[in-house]
């Protein structure tokens, strides 16, 4: 018996190293693909924070007008994104995401000539975002709903006011989540118009070629602790 109890501290000490080296692996493998439980130590709620350096975010802007078959709908990237995410162990709920563009990172991903290229980028940057004067794309949620689809996989709902252009608007965005051991990752899409944010959609040749007023955003975003 005393042999055994000698052996105990070395024990417990071997499994708090384990515990510690779990909560700072990443991984997306199938094995630790789970929503964590919270460990003893830590409190009930985490807040983990967007990586933009592993995540995309993308706007489809659509050509229409007279003469839309002549034109091109463009893809353009958000290049310069941050912010956080916040969960309760366990279950998710409750949660909130708040996120920050910077305007004037949005750039042309399609394959045209480098003139073109800052011809569209210029007329984003002052006609259409007015990035010196709304430098910031700001989102915030006001409610996270979530329903569990799988082993750490979650069909969201995450509601909230988007600030574009100087406006606010509200907005509910649908995403699929997956937790990993100790990062999150979620995806989804979503339309906005831009008169509603008090944009005029941008046409040239007396209107038979312009950006239709919807634009479609995509996303696969990564936040770690």
Same mark, same amino acid.
């Given at each position: 018996?005393?042999?055994?109890?000698?052996?105990?501290?070395?024990?417990?000490?071997?499994?708090?190293?384990?515990?510690?080296?779990?909560?700072?692996?990443?991984?997306?493998?199938?094995?630790?693909?789970?929503?964590?439980?919270?460990?003893?130590?830590?409190?009930?709620?985490?807040?983990? =924070?967007?990586?933009?350096?592993?995540? =995309?975010?993308?706007?489809?802007?659509?050509?229409?007008?007279?003469?839309?078959?002549?034109?091109?709908?463009?893809?353009?990237?958000?290049?310069?994104? &941050?912010?956080?995410?916040?969960?309760?162990?366990?279950?998710?709920?409750?949660?909130?995401?708040?996120?920050?563009?910077?305007?004037?990172?949005?750039?042309?991903?399609?394959?045209?000539?480098?003139?073109?290229?800052?011809?569209?980028?210029?007329?984003?940057?002052?006609?259409?975002?007015?990035?010196?004067?709304?430098?910031?794309?700001?989102?915030?949620?006001?409610?996270?709903?979530?329903?569990?689809? &799988?082993?750490?996989?979650?069909?969201?709902?995450?509601? &909230?006011?988007?600030?574009?252009?100087?406006?606010? =608007?509200?907005?509910?965005?649908?995403?699929?989540?997956?937790?990993?051991?100790?990062?999150? =990752?979620?995806?989804?899409?979503?339309?906005?118009?831009?008169?509603?944010?008090?944009?005029?959609?941008?046409?040239?040749?007396?209107?038979?070629?312009?950006?239709?007023?919807?634009?479609?955003?995509?996303?696969?975003?990564?936040?770690?602790?």
């Amino acid at each position: 018996m005393t042999h055994l109890h000698s052996k105990i501290p070395l024990l417990l000490a071997s499994l708090a190293a384990a515990l510690v080296l779990s909560q700072s692996t990443l991984s997306f493998g199938p094995a630790k693909n789970h929503l964590p439980a919270r460990p003893n130590s830590l409190p009930a709620g985490a807040t983990y =924070r967007i990586d933009a350096g592993q995540s =995309r975010f993308m706007v489809k802007a659509f050509a229409g007008g007279f003469l839309s078959a002549f034109a091109h709908d463009h893809n353009i990237a958000i290049r310069e994104f &941050g912010g956080e995410v916040q969960f309760t162990y366990g279950t998710l709920e409750p949660a909130s995401l708040q996120l920050k563009i910077k305007s004037a990172s949005l750039a042309v991903t399609d394959k045209v000539s480098a003139s073109d290229r800052q011809k569209i980028e210029a007329t984003m940057r002052d006609e259409v975002l007015e990035t010196g004067k709304y430098p910031d794309i700001l989102f915030r949620s006001t409610s996270v709903s979530g329903s569990k689809t &799988g082993d750490g996989k979650y069909q969201a709902r995450i509601a &909230g006011e988007v600030t574009l252009h100087g406006v606010t =608007r509200p907005v509910t965005i649908p995403a699929q989540l997956e937790f990993g051991a100790s990062s999150l =990752r979620a995806s989804g899409g979503f339309s906005l118009k831009q008169s509603s944010f008090e944009i005029k959609p941008v046409s040239v040749a007396g209107g038979t070629v312009k950006v239709k007023d919807e634009l479609k955003f995509t996303f696969d975003i990564v936040a770690k602790p």
